[in-house]
């Protein structure tokens, strides 16, 4: 847990006897320090200066504030000197989320004639700040006016390339604001050239961060990855707790996206440890609700709830109505989506909603519209799930947000299907299909396609394909580490399976699912698995004979997983284990130091199936294969592609190792 913080933002720690209380002025220390300051010579001042930016960039902004205040009055003899420290003091304001005050600490130099005995490049320096301090107040306009007359400036007088980069990234920032998404990356490459040349690692940094940024509004999240990763060699061992919290943070929630949960709470792990060094506490709870959102795919609920409530705590102190409020609220309701608490839902995510409309951030009003209307789906409420699957769909194509666009357009399809309507479910599908490429972004979005893919082959009775749609769905959210969407596959191919008469099969399908349910706390989706395994078990069904499709659609199954390796080796297993009498199919290769890992294993435990991976790397030989073969009754199959790693699939019993 993070240090208790005071509303102010400062961290409390307990007192000594005799030590003032926090907001009591010792008089004589104040009159030490003001005289020590009247003496100082101004190199002396400026070395201060210095040690004030240095608690910035360890994120203790009020202690800056501190220094800087006391600073000022000692300022005044020199402008430079002064104009300085009422920049620096503004940033330190900005990062303490008082926008206007601020403005106001740098207000007096907007004007062209305030320039005075300032240089040029300090005078630059200052207009930058302000041009930014108006953005954060809410004068969008005037920034990008304001800064836009200090780039032509800058150009028509070759300014350097330290004050170009900074206005470049400045208007980044404005435009990044406003969801200017596009125009935004235009200026902060602009910067980053610049900066290269400067070499300066927090303008580098701050770039690559910006540009990362862009990257992730835009749905971009591989290159995001590469971004943050740069951002945060920049910096180094460098003390700077804030800016690689901002990075860590915003590096998980790239992750997220590519549904790599894993990683993400590894970089949150970073993230947050980052925070807590720091007193902002803005950053902080977008740490713990990135944490809770991972924490989500891998099924640790109980951890993700404690996450999301320490974040939304932290965020109310800061703004009752703030950006990442609306964030949090989205994020509660989708926990409470998956454990079956809809009325629950409902309440955060309608909350949400209008918090990010009234903030008017439309990326944000975008995702908590999807959240929205996939518990107006659990509800039953389709006609409502209709029109917010619109609204969310017309969001994400204004924002520019591909996959956004891919995610509320199945949303869509799968209230069209609920409705009855399964023409309009195939166009939308169809949509999708067309957006999507073989990227690991994509590879989730087509689990969830794969899956109402399969609920509208069962809805035509076509429960072959339906099968064949829902097993491409369990292995893709297996390969993502998605505890809950496994599952809740395992439940659709229970159903497919029935509607096919493998009862068998069926039953082992639903008793995953009810097992996966229950560890979960998925209350509905336990209660809906339940009834079709009793349902099941009070049925009579004879096994019928796979019709002729069933071999095609098995080639079309591998066929469509061939955009990812590992996936690809994963549909493999599983074929094999569906369409064979096999109790365990295991695929191995070789990992970083040369010894066999396990890819994927079907009725195997860990342990166990990490020690048969083991016994592989003993293998040198046809004849050494053939002892082991006969070791673990097995058939065991050498697979090689010309340009990929070689891999070892297993299969026991060996006299059920044979397809249909």
């Avoid at 994120?59 to 000692?74: H, I, K, T, Y």
């Avoid at 130099?109 to 490049?121: I, K, M, N, T």
């Avoid at 050494?624 to 058939?635: F, P, Q, S, T, V």
Wanted: proline share 3%; glycine share 6%; with cysteine.
């Amino acid at each position: 847990m993070p240090p208790r913080l005071r509303k102010d933002g400062a961290e409390s720690s307990p007192r000594t006897e005799g030590e003032a209380r926090p907001g009591v002025v010792n008089l004589a220390d104040a009159r030490r320090t003001a005289a020590s300051r009247a003496t100082a010579t101004t190199e002396e001042l400026f070395r201060e200066l210095e040690e004030a930016l240095e608690l910035l960039d360890r994120g203790l902004p009020s202690a800056a504030q501190q220094r800087l205040n006391q600073l000022l009055n000692a300022a005044r003899r020199d402008p430079v000197l002064l104009a300085q420290v009422r920049r620096a003091l503004s940033v330190t304001l900005e990062m303490r989320g008082h926008y206007n005050e601020s403005l106001e600490a740098v207000r007096m130099y907007e004007s062209p004639a305030s320039r005075g005995a300032l240089d040029a490049e300090t005078f630059s320096s200052l207009r930058v700040q302000v041009g930014i301090a108006y953005n954060y107040a809410g004068d969008h306009p005037k920034a990008v006016g304001l800064l836009a007359a200090e780039l032509r400036e800058a150009m028509e007088n070759h300014g350097s390339d330290r004050k170009l980069g900074a206005i470049y990234a400045a208007l980044a920032r404005v435009y990044r604001t406003i969801n200017e998404h596009s125009i935004a990356r235009d200026h902060i490459n602009k910067a980053l050239e610049h900066y290269r040349r400067t070499g300066e690692w927090r303008g580098l940094a701050e770039a690559y961060f910006g540009l990362a940024m862009a990257d992730v509004q835009e749905g971009h999240y591989e290159p995001a990855i590469e971004n943050f990763e740069q951002a945060a060699n920049l910096v180094g061992e460098r003390s700077a707790p804030y800016l690689l919290g901002k990075v860590y943070n915003n590096l998980a929630g790239a992750y997220w996206f590519l549904k790599r949960p894993h990683d993400g709470i590894r970089a949150l792990e970073k993230a947050v440890g980052y925070c807590e060094r720091t007193e902002h506490k803005e950053v902080a709870a977008t740490g713990y609700n990135n944490l809770g959102i991972n924490l989500m795919l891998t099924g640790e609920w109980e951890r993700a709830h404690t996450a999301l409530k320490r974040a939304l705590e932290m965020s109310l102190e800061i703004d009752n109505h703030g950006t990442q409020s609306a964030v949090i609220f989205d994020s509660l309701g989708e926990l409470c989506l998956l454990r079956g608490d809809l009325e629950e839902a409902l309440g955060y995510l309608e909350r949400a909603v209008r918090i990010a409309k009234e903030i008017d951030k439309k990326w944000y009003t975008a995702q908590t519209m999807r959240t929205l209307t996939r518990c107006y789906i659990a509800l039953g409420r389709t006609k409502d799930a209709l029109l917010s699957g619109e609204e969310a769909l017309s969001l994400a194509e204004r924002v520019g947000d591909r996959q956004a666009v891919c995610e509320s357009s199945l949303l869509l399809a799968e209230a069209h299907l609920q409705n009855g309507d399964a023409e309009q479910c195939a166009a939308l599908l169809k949509s999708v299909s067309e957006e999507t490429s073989d990227s690991a972004t994509d590879i989730a979005v087509a689990g969830e396609a794969q899956r109402i893919l399969g609920m509208l082959a069962l809805a035509q009775h076509d429960a072959a394909l339906a099968a064949h749609y829902f097993g491409r769905c369990l292995s893709i959210f297996d390969m993502l580490g998605d505890r809950y969407r496994g599952a809740r596959a395992h439940y659709w191919l229970g159903r497919a399976n029935a509607a096919t008469g493998h009862p068998d099969r069926a039953a082992e399908q639903f008793g995953l699912a009810v097992n996966a349910f229950r560890e979960l706390g998925a209350k509905l989706d336990l209660l809906r698995a339940e009834e079709a395994q009793a349902a099941l078990e009070s049925e009579v069904a004879e096994e019928r004979v796979e019709p002729p499709a069933t071999t095609q659609l098995l080639t079309l199954r591998l066929a469509e997983a061939v955009a990812s390796r590992e996936l690809l080796l994963r549909e493999l297993a599983a074929v094999i284990q569906q369409e064979t009498r096999a109790r365990r199919v295991l695929i191995a290769e070789p990992g970083d130091e040369g010894r066999f890992k396990v890819v994927i294993a079907h009725g195997y435990a860990n342990e166990e199936s990490a020690q048969v991976a083991a016994t592989l790397d003993n293998v040198k030989t046809d004849e050494d294969r053939a002892r082991l073969a006969n070791e673990l009754d097995a058939r065991i199959y050498g697979l090689r592609a010309p340009n990929a790693p070689r891999a070892v699939l297993l299969i026991s019993p060996r006299a059920q190792a044979a397809l249909a």
